[in-house]
């Protein structure tokens, strides 16, 4: 996750824009523009659904004795430390004073937006002319960017410049780490993770999407695009399972690109991604009409983003905007009143040079001066100052994504994966007992047996770990468990396991926090199985 990846954005206290601005439509892209993310297909294979809903240098001093050389390195470094510590000291009671600064509570909810979909179905384009038409980029800004994009033969890429900010990105034309940004409307605010969509950074579109609440699935509807991504062994489909599988409530699919001249806004080739999609979406554990929804839209010229489309160019489409269907999704449920539970997704020193945390709080909440737990290790911390993306707040609640400047921790003991917690600490544990779904094994290692190695990915957290137990093989339709214990699984089973950790990691049961119990394995490139905690430590004596 890089946190600073939109800080050139000039405007993120921009007021909401409404009503929206009409949609940029600059001049269509060559038709000979190199691809944004190269395509890269996976093995074909069929996959089974997830059925749940430096260090200070020397200084140089002149030839001296021996002892007097010493004695001047000594007094050096003790007084660097000296000053190093009176600078943060002084930066804490600057934030302390601060602490007494007007803050602003926005009352309108916070909802975090995942993007995600294959390489080149246009995620990074749709986020960065959200962020222009919702005004957090202004026109000298956009101008810079399109000067870039013309200087590197890459005229179609601006927008896509606005989100992929580092140079290895523009480089490679693929999104590398997770995108953030932050936008606002008349409803809600929200934070824009734009993931990427290589299978070669799928452990980075997990971080990503674990942090989201509602995903929007771009697809391409540019003749051969689509097939790619969904046919013939793309990220389309394994992006949909993981964002089920981490938690995302609502999934809006985009079909992109409609105004390519091999489409042309047809209704014919928009129901025919349709038709192919829903099925898969649907065995996902997504609803169609109830928390899933399909809006045709081009990510390049902006419309069907912010308003709805016109007759004259899409007569066959009578549904919302993109930026319309967000805004009318329900509330997010959010445990307020639960045990504080915030996942690290990083751990930095702001530009005070004060420690801070940064993650999505999924329950209890967060207040400046209270003091807090992070796990493992229950070091005691101090909640200095909260911030989001664009303000100070001095109550942070779940569902929001925040910075937090702490006193009692640093970089050299704490890391991403750790959680922050009130007095009622989260379990840490090496062990647990979860129920699994496994997708697809590989060629070389197609039965999955007690010793079968993997990682899993659980919240922020990323560790080795090892199935030591299959318990019983569960019954994909009625759910019932087999007596006997299994040997071996195969691909498309589920079975009851038991994992040991590399190190102890922050989990819950899925039954008390969905957020902490959810779980990916991954073995190499290949997502192999997905689950849900159920026991957490060592296994029970009966």
């Given at each position: 996750?890089?946190?600073?990846?939109?800080?050139?954005?000039?405007?993120?206290?921009?007021?909401?824009?409404?009503?929206?601005?009409?949609?940029?439509?600059?001049?269509?892209?060559?038709?000979?523009?190199?691809?944004?993310?190269?395509?890269?297909?996976?093995?074909?294979?069929?996959?089974?659904?997830?059925?749940?809903?430096?260090?200070?240098?020397?200084?140089?001093?002149?030839?001296?004795?021996?002892?007097?050389?010493?004695?001047?390195?000594?007094?050096?470094?003790?007084?660097?430390?000296?000053?190093?510590?009176?600078?943060?000291?002084?930066?804490?009671?600057?934030?302390?004073?601060?602490?007494?600064?007007?803050?602003?509570?926005?009352?309108?909810?916070?909802?975090?937006?995942?993007?995600?979909?294959?390489?080149?179905?246009?995620?990074?384009?749709?986020?960065?002319?959200?962020?222009?038409?919702?005004?957090?980029?202004?026109?000298?800004?956009?101008?810079?960017?399109?000067?870039?994009?013309?200087?590197?033969?890459?005229?179609?890429?601006?927008?896509?410049?606005?989100?992929?900010?580092?140079?290895?990105?523009?480089?490679?034309?693929?999104?590398?780490?997770?995108?953030?940004?932050?936008?606002?409307?008349?409803?809600?605010?929200?934070?824009?993770?734009?993931?990427?969509?290589?299978?070669g950074y799928v452990?980075?579109?997990i971080g990503g999407?674990?942090?989201?609440?509602?995903?929007?699935?771009?697809?391409?509807?540019?003749?051969?695009?689509?097939?790619?991504?969904?046919?013939?062994?793309?990220?389309?489909?394994?992006?949909?399972?993981?964002?089920?599988?981490?938690?995302?409530?609502?999934?809006?699919?985009?079909?992109?690109?409609?105004?390519?001249?091999?489409?042309?806004?047809?209704?014919?080739?928009?129901?025919?991604?349709?038709?192919?999609?829903?099925?898969?979406?649907?065995?996902?554990?997504?609803?169609?009409?109830?928390?899933?929804?399909?809006?045709?839209?081009?990510?390049?010229?902006?419309?069907?983003?912010?308003?709805?489309?016109?007759?004259?160019?899409?007569?066959?489409?009578?549904?919302?905007?993109?930026?319309?269907?967000?805004?009318?999704?329900?509330?997010?449920?959010?445990?307020?009143?639960?045990?504080?539970?915030?996942?690290?997704?990083?751990i930095f020193r702001?530009?005070?040079?004060?420690?801070?945390?940064?993650?999505?709080?999924?329950?209890?909440?967060?207040?400046?001066?209270?003091?807090?737990?992070?796990?493992?290790?229950?070091?005691?911390?101090?909640?200095?100052?909260?911030?989001?993306?664009?303000?100070?707040?001095?109550?942070?609640?779940?569902?929001?994504?925040?910075?937090?400047?702490?006193?009692?921790?640093?970089?050299?003991?704490?890391?991403?994966?750790?959680?922050?917690?009130?007095?009622?600490?989260?379990?840490?544990?090496?062990?647990?007992?979860?129920?699994?779904?496994?997708?697809?094994?590989?060629?070389?290692?197609?039965?999955?047996?007690?010793?079968?190695?993997?990682?899993?990915?659980?919240?922020?957290?990323?560790?080795?770990?090892?199935?030591?137990?299959?318990?019983?093989?569960?019954?994909?339709?009625?759910?019932?468990?087999?007596?006997?214990?299994?040997?071996?699984?195969?691909?498309?089973?589920?079975?009851?396991?038991?994992?040991?950790?590399?190190?102890?990691?922050?989990?819950?049961?899925?039954?008390?926090?969905?957020?902490?119990?959810?779980?990916?394995?991954?073995?190499?490139?290949?997502?192999?199985?997905?689950?849900?905690?159920?026991?957490?430590?060592?296994?029970?004596?009966?």
């Amino acid at each position: 996750m890089n946190p600073n990846a939109v800080s050139f954005v000039p405007r993120f206290a921009a007021a909401a824009q409404t009503p929206a601005p009409a949609p940029v439509k600059p001049a269509a892209p060559p038709a000979t523009a190199e691809s944004w993310e190269d395509n890269d297909d996976e093995p074909k294979g069929k996959v089974e659904a997830f059925h749940y809903t430096a260090a200070p240098s020397t200084p140089e001093v002149p030839h001296q004795p021996t002892e007097s050389v010493f004695k001047i390195e000594e007094d050096d470094f003790e007084d660097e430390d000296d000053q190093e510590e009176e600078a943060v000291t002084q930066e804490i009671k600057k934030l302390e004073v601060k602490e007494e600064e007007k803050v602003v509570e926005d009352a309108r909810e916070h909802v975090n937006l995942v993007f995600i979909g294959h390489v080149d179905a246009g995620k990074s384009t749709i986020s960065g002319q959200i962020m222009l038409l919702t005004g957090q980029v202004d026109e000298r800004t956009l101008q810079k960017y399109t000067k870039d994009a013309k200087d590197q033969n890459r005229e179609s890429w601006v927008f896509a410049y606005i989100m992929d900010t580092s140079e290895e990105e523009r480089a490679k034309g693929k999104t590398v780490e997770v995108g953030r940004a932050h936008f606002e409307t008349a409803k809600k605010r929200y934070t824009l993770l734009d993931a990427p969509g290589h299978k070669g950074y799928v452990p980075n579109m997990i971080g990503g999407a674990s942090q989201a609440d509602v995903a929007v699935l771009v697809i391409s509807a540019r003749k051969g695009e689509f097939e790619t991504g969904f046919e013939k062994g793309g990220q389309t489909r394994e992006h949909a399972r993981l964002v089920k599988t981490i938690g995302v409530k609502y999934l809006i699919v985009a079909i992109n690109k409609m105004d390519d001249p091999t489409v042309e806004w047809s209704q014919e080739r928009y129901d025919e991604c349709v038709s192919k999609l829903t099925p898969f979406l649907k065995a996902t554990g997504f609803t169609p009409k109830k928390d899933m929804q399909f809006l045709p839209m081009s990510g390049y010229t902006g419309l069907n983003m912010m308003t709805p489309l016109t007759k004259e160019i899409c007569p066959w489409f009578e549904g919302p905007s993109l930026m319309g269907a967000l805004d009318a999704l329900p509330a997010v449920e959010r445990k307020v009143d639960a045990p504080l539970r915030m996942p690290v997704v990083d751990i930095f020193r702001n530009d005070r040079g004060v420690p801070t945390l940064m993650g999505k709080v999924e329950a209890g909440t967060v207040v400046v001066g209270q003091t807090y737990n992070l796990m493992p290790g229950k070091i005691a911390v101090e909640a200095l100052a909260i911030e989001t993306d664009i303000s100070k707040i001095k109550t942070a609640r779940p569902g929001e994504n925040v910075r937090i400047a702490i006193r009692g921790a640093d970089e050299s003991n704490v890391s991403a994966g750790f959680v922050l917690c009130d007095k009622d600490l989260v379990p840490c544990v090496s062990e647990i007992e979860a129920i699994l779904v496994i997708q697809e094994l590989s060629k070389e290692k197609s039965l999955l047996t007690a010793g079968y190695e993997a990682i899993i990915h659980i919240h922020s957290t990323v560790e080795d770990c090892v199935i030591t137990e299959l318990i019983s093989q569960v019954d994909m339709k009625t759910n019932q468990e087999s007596k006997k214990k299994p040997t071996f699984v195969k691909s498309g089973s589920m079975v009851r396991a038991r994992l040991s950790v590399s190190k102890p990691i922050c989990v819950e049961p899925f039954s008390v926090l969905a957020q902490l119990g959810r779980f990916t394995l991954r073995d190499g490139t290949k997502t192999i199985a997905m689950g849900k905690v159920t026991a957490v430590g060592p296994k029970k004596a009966k």
